[in-house]
Structure formats: C-alpha cells, structure tokens
C-alpha cells in the first residue's frame, strides 16, 4: 500500500502532537496536498525559498 501525504501528516501528528508546538512554530503541511502518494520527503525546520528550490530540483 502506498502513504499519501495525508498518511504522513497523521504520523507526524502522532510522533510529535502539534498541541506541543510553541506558539511561533509552524506545523502542519506548509506545501503540498494530501491526496498525493508520498514518493520522497525531504525534511526542512523551516520552509523557505530555498527549501522549495531543492525539493522541486529533487523532484
């Protein structure tokens, strides 16, 4: 069976509960929709224009 991005969100909701996060801390799916098979990941601590960059080269 392959994960959809959705299968991914819940499974980091449940290894790291956002109700934790501290209130400048961004959680959830920044970018992105959860209908989509997961086919890589590529983890960043914050997004930005340069993380987008990478991950569409990685495409």
Given at each position: ?59
């Amino acid at each position: 069976m392959l994960a959809t991005v959705n299968d991914l969100v819940a499974l980091l909701e449940e290894l790291m509960p956002s109700n934790l996060a501290e209130d400048w801390d961004n959680v959830g799916l920044m970018l992105g929709r959860k209908g989509k098979t997961v086919k890589k990941i590529l983890l960043a601590l914050d997004l930005t224009k340069e993380v987008v960059e990478q991950a569409i080269s990685q495409k």
